[in-house]
Every structure is written in structure tokens, then in C-alpha cells.
């Protein structure tokens, strides 16, 4: 296995609730109140629905596509939903420090460093909303790909908050069976203060409509027998996932970066811009002074 590169569900395509709309010649994200499945293909116009889009949406009320039904690749509800702070430079799309809160990964003069994390409220080197939750959920959608799965992106607390929840306390009642589990995203919608009491519109994950909680179980219990029988080592299967996610320090590669600017940061304060762009630089700056003193560069490398 290659070193530093994360290894991720195959992902056959994005589930989303907004799209990006061009507004005088600048491309800007907007929020929708439906979600939207598209393909891994990006036009002139925009990302080409996947064909389950249509699908799906022909069988929802008014063509409003709320619900979607998924199931989970892994047991393990932190394979299924990996979440963390991260700030990103706005110009290069480099992710410059990744945290959970109690530790981050920060890309520094000296190169990456282990450093406590504070959280974006409290912490001086993402101040003025450079850092933010960012939270990618892979999913099931259909039966066609054993592996493949559909991705959903967000930097929102409300879907955060509320996806890991949900798929924790679903693990635990199915007695770890989450793989097996008959589930549903669900589009909800809440006003707050803050939004000035518009809606705003986040993720939920719910039992399969006209399933109970019991029943569910008692199917994601006949499933993991059934599969078991057949020689499906999901236990296994879990493993890999691990392994792969903890081979690099992020899973973020150059074509996700781009699409994750566009869609949440395209109104990046310039002051922001410039404050990242400085970071990375002097990072960069002091990365090349290591190497260049490493390899004889003695003048450069001293500051001389």
C-alpha cells in the first residue's frame, strides 16, 4: 500500500442539498431545500445527474427529492462518517491543520507537527472562519456495486451533529450490525436565530420509512447471518476500511479540494484569503530551508 495516500470507499458519485449557480462570471454555491445525486462528471453547466437521481425523484412527492435509501459499508459508524476540523488555504486548497478538537495535525515552518486543538472558536491560528467542521459520509445507494458508494459533504454542525448520533445510536442497537441496517437520509429543515428564522436545511439518518426500530434490527440480524453463511467477512471488511483511512495524515486529494472550495468557500473574506496564503507560505518557506540545508544549502538554510 502506497504511504500517505488514504485509501476511501470507491465513490461512484455526490449527494448533496445545494448546488453551485454562476452569478456574474463567479461561480457561487446556493442551498437547496431537495437533495441532489449527481455523477462524478463535471460540465459547463454543471455535475451530470446520476441516473438514480431521476429515479428516486420520480417516486417523490412533487419531485422533491427528501428521502433517499441507503445502507452503511462498515460496522463502524466512524468509517461511515469521518469528522473533523479543517482549515483549508483558500488559494491552493491545501489543507493546512486537521483536529478533533483535543489534537490537530498542522502544517507548520518545521514541517507537520502534533499540536493541541482548541476548536475553531478558541483557536488563534483559524480565527475569522478559516477552520470548520468538514464531515464526509459515504453511502450505499442501490445494489448495483458491492463497494461503491455515494458521498455526501458537509460543513455544517446540524448534519454533523446529528449524522454521528444517529449512526452511533444505530450501531448500538443493532448490537454492531450498522452494515445491515434498512436506513434513509432525510432532509430536515430548522430556523434559528442566526438565520434570521429562514429555514435552513441539514441531513438526518432515519429507519426505513414503514419499518420500527425492531424490525430493522431483526432484518440487519437475518442479513448478517445470511451473509456470514456465504462467506462475507464484514469484520474484515471494517479492518481494511480502517487501515486505509489511517494510511495519510487526510483523506483530502487535489479533486476533492477543488470541489470542497467551491461548494463552501466561495466567499472567502480577502483578509482570510491572505492571512491562509501567508501560513502557507512561510510553511512552505520553512519546509525548503530543511531541504535545502539537508542537501547542502547551508547560506539559505541558516537565514543568511
Same mark, same amino acid.
Given at each position: ?61 412533487? &419531485? $422533491?427529492?427528501? /428521502?433517499?435509501?441507503? +445502507? ?5 459508524? #466512524? =468509517? ?108 430536515? &429543515? $430548522?430556523?434559528? /436565530?442566526?438565520?434570521? +428564522? ?5 441531513? #438526518? =439518518? ?99
Amino acid at each position: 500500500m502506497i504511504k500517505g495516500l488514504a485509501i476511501t470507499p470507491p465513490v461512484l458519485g455526490r449527494i448533496s442539498i445545494g448546488r453551485v449557480i454562476e452569478k456574474n462570471g463567479i461561480r457561487l454555491p446556493q442551498k437547496d431545500d431537495q437533495f441532489t445525486i449527481t455523477s462524478q462528471i463535471q460540465e459547463k453547466g454543471g455535475w451530470v445527474l446520476h441516473p438514480l437521481d431521476e429515479s428516486l425523484r420520480k417516486e417523490a412527492p412533487n &419531485g $422533491k427529492l427528501r /428521502t433517499i435509501p441507503v +445502507r452503511m459499508l462498515f460496522n463502524d459508524a #466512524d =468509517l461511515n462518517l469521518r469528522a473533523e476540523y479543517t482549515m483549508f488555504d483558500r488559494k491552493s486548497g491545501r489543507p493546512l491543520c486537521v483536529g478533533n478538537g483535543d489534537s490537530c495535525k498542522r502544517l507548520t515552518q518545521s514541517g507537520v507537527q502534533s499540536l493541541p486543538c482548541p476548536g475553531p472558536m478558541l483557536c488563534e491560528f483559524g480565527k475569522g472562519g478559516l477552520c470548520k467542521p468538514f464531515g464526509r459520509l459515504n453511502v450505499k445507494v442501490g445494489e448495483d456495486d458491492d463497494f461503491g458508494t455515494f458521498i455526501f459533504r458537509t460543513t455544517g454542525y446540524n448534519s454533523i451533529r446529528t449524522l454521528a448520533a444517529r449512526l452511533s445510536y444505530y450501531q448500538a442497537a443493532s448490537g454492531g450490525l450498522l452494515a445491515y441496517m434498512p436506513l434513509e437520509l432525510k432532509l430536515r &429543515g $430548522k430556523s434559528t /436565530t442566526q438565520s434570521h +428564522r429562514t429555514p435552513i436545511y441539514y441531513v #438526518d =439518518l432515519v429507519i426505513k420509512e414503514g419499518m420500527s426500530l425492531q424490525e430493522a434490527v431483526a432484518e440487519a440480524r437475518e442479513t448478517a447471518r445470511q451473509l456470514k453463511e456465504e462467506g462475507v467477512d464484514q469484520a474484515a471488511l471494517d479492518a481494511a476500511g480502517r487501515k486505509g483511512f489511517g494510511n495519510a495524515l487526510s483523506e483530502c486529494d487535489e479533486e476533492e479540494v477543488r470541489e470542497v472550495l467551491e461548494e463552501f468557500f466561495a466567499h472567502t473574506d480577502s483578509s482570510a484569503q491572505s492571512h491562509a496564503s501567508r501560513i502557507t507560505e512561510a510553511a512552505e518557506m520553512g519546509t525548503l530551508k530543511k531541504q535545502l540545508g539537508r542537501d547542502g544549502g547551508g547560506r539559505l538554510a541558516s537565514g543568511v
